[in-house]
């Protein structure tokens, strides 16, 4: 079984336990909103029961590969295809793209809803329903797992929000606005973003007025990660004195984010540190 992104496919695991076996399309340590898919992609496709997908125009490659596949189970409407992002409130909705967008082009919304790890529960549910109507004779056993996984991750939530609590408010610049999901979780504030649209540097008035920006609201912790380029938060940094923190969205995108709950783990540690 197959996901587009190594978060999903550690959530496709953790209802499947031992019945399935997931792999994701794009490794961890690349973006996958321009992932340039490979031959063996295809063929993987080709004899895979079911895909799960980010959606929200996030993974738009995956249609070009599934009309290519020809795997009727996999095409929209068919058995196994999966949009994970059914059942979410999506934030950032926009009509048409123009002019700046904070960062983010999706007209559909910002698709890094999983980064709030209360969607968790709706995600695993849409994958339950999935695995039930492939394998019926699981259907308990997918369920008890679920039910498993969300009792571990309610309990850890608890633990993440007393750790993020300190940082209600306190302002902060990302390179890219991938974490509207997680600041509306735990009330973080992402005063500002490098990249001014998605896959464009940024131009030297944009640094400029963050760096202002930066300045004036004295903001010390500047938010990348691992597969965005270091240039221009290196130079913001040496200019204000901030802090890089490293966070991940990606599972595997860090040693340490080995799953989907450890990922948090990972970055709410990771984030109080780089303020204190």
Known sequence: MLATTTVLASLLEAVGGARVSASALVPPDLNAEDY?????DLARLKTARLVVRVGLDYDLWLDRLLAQAQNPALGRGGPGYVDASF???VLDVRGAAVGPTGGHAHGSGNPHYWLDPANAEIITAT??????RLDPPAAKRYESQRLRFVDDLRSKLAVWERTLAPLQGRPMVAYHNTWAYFARHFRLNFAGFIEERAGVPPSPAHLAGLLRAMREQQITVIVREPHEP???TT?????????VVVLASAVGAVPAARDYISLFDYNASALAAAFR
């Open 230 to 232: 270091e240039r221009n």
């Open 87 to 89: 059942g979410i409130a």
């Open 127 to 132: 994958i339950l329903e999935a695995l039930a």
């Open 235 to 243: 130079f913001l940094a040496d200019k204000t004195g901030a802090r």
């Open 36 to 40: 340039q898919p490979h031959p063996q």
